[in-house]
């Protein structure tokens, strides 16, 4: 028996290292087509292989338990294709004796994904969001739901479809003490950065005039009210006197592209912090008493232990799929594969974007499509076994 776990491990493995490379390639491709839509400009060969890298260890978190999925279909079909479970069978061992191999396989993959989503993909993600920006486009920059604070500027997006930005707030200090507060429905940024600028037109602005200047703090509060559109910037006690209301069609900014590049490094999205971080970010926000923020930074770390489980998880379910499909069937199995993986993602993702969208972030509710499936994939497992 131990040489057909053995048998059983080297197939696995072997259909999983050719799963890696075909989605690993199938991702470069994407990221190779991603690039070319950002910019047109020539980009150095070394900076192209490190931005794919960058992109293959970041989604990674995605191949790897899809081609585990796969691997588990294509291996214990032709199993089941070539009748070595049934003579295994009439020898007297037991199906489920034989799925122990992949699992196990699958928990030493969860093992390293933890590893993984925990420290290496953040530190992946934040560097290729580094790079994006030297040598690409400012989205990165320009984040919806993100307040930039500048050398003289609050800027905060709201929401983006492509190029364009909707929902802009800019805050502005200027040297006699007056704070101007512009908020415009949508708007569009231009690079030029060959001139040391970057050009932020907007549309449908109205515009509040204070007497006294907002901190930094109120600054960033006061351009997510106003992205939200559920206070108005000049309403708030104490924060100066509102001189000034009026609305314009539209309004030109002008920043500085060396003050923007030195705040982009300064920038962290919950996906550049490590495991260790998000928990110490929530219990600093938690304090403060921001209790919706603390809840985003829980959630995203809820979903990165799904993430990493998931491997487990598409062995429970893989293995038993793979049994029923037939010799001839391959095909079907790896696109039934892609099709649970597909599923059980954008499960995952819309949990996300309804709870983004609704302002409740219950963490637990991400791991009703891993506990979903852990479930289907037992029951599953115990009806194969008990076929005769």
Request: positive net charge; aromatic residues 8%; glycine residues 10%.
């Amino acid at each position: 028996m131990k040489l057909y776990h053995s048998y059983i491990l080297r197939k696995v493995a072997l259909a999983l290292a050719v799963s890696v490379v075909v989605c690993s390639l199938a991702l470069a491709v994407l990221s190779i087509v991603r690039l070319g839509k950002d910019r047109t400009l020539g980009i150095p060969p070394l900076l192209v292989l490190s931005l794919l890298a960058h992109y293959n260890v970041f989604l990674s978190i995605y191949s790897v338990p899809i081609s585990m999925l796969i691997a588990c279909l294509l291996v214990f079909g032709r199993l089941s294709a070539d009748n070595e479970l049934i003579a295994l069978r009439a020898s007297g061992v037991a199906p489920v004796r034989t799925f122990s191999t992949p699992l196990g396989l699958g928990l030493v993959l969860s093992l390293a994904m933890l590893w993984l989503n925990g420290w290496v993909a953040p530190r992946s993600h934040e560097a290729l969001a580094k790079l994006r920006f030297d040598a690409f486009s400012l989205d990165a920059f320009f984040t919806p739901g993100r307040t930039i604070h500048l050398k003289n500027y609050s800027i905060h997006v709201g929401a983006r479809k492509g190029g364009l930005l909707e929902r802009v707030t800019i805050t502005e200090r200027s040297p006699d003490g007056r704070t101007t507060i512009a908020r415009a429905e949508w708007g569009e940024y231009t690079d030029r950065r060959d001139e040391g600028k970057v050009q932020l037109d907007l549309c449908e602005v109205e515009f509040f005039v204070k007497d006294k200047p907002l901190s930094a703090s109120a600054g960033g509060t006061a351009a997510n009210a106003g992205a939200e559109g559920e206070t108005a910037p000049g309403s708030q006690a104490g924060e100066g006197t509102e001189l000034l209301r009026e609305t314009a069609k539209l309004y030109q900014v002008v920043f500085d592209f060396d003050d923007i590049k030195s705040r982009a490094g300064q920038l962290a999205d919950k996906d550049d912090l490590t495991a260790r971080e998000l928990l110490a970010r929530r219990a600093v926000v938690r304090r403060r008493g921001d209790l919706a923020l603390a809840g985003a930074y829980g959630f995203e770390f809820s979903k990165r232990l799904v993430f990493s489980l998931t491997p487990l998880v598409f062995a429970f379910i893989g293995v038993p799929l793979g049994v029923r499909v037939h010799r001839g069937e391959r095909s079907f199995g790896s696109a039934i594969g892609v099709l649970i993986a597909l599923a059980y993602f954008l499960a995952i993702i819309g949990i996300e974007q309804g709870i983004m969208v609704g302002g409740v972030v219950p963490s637990i509710l991400v791991w009703v499509p891993c506990v979903g499936m852990l479930v289907l994939g037992v029951l599953l497992m115990v009806r194969v076994n008990r076929q005769r």
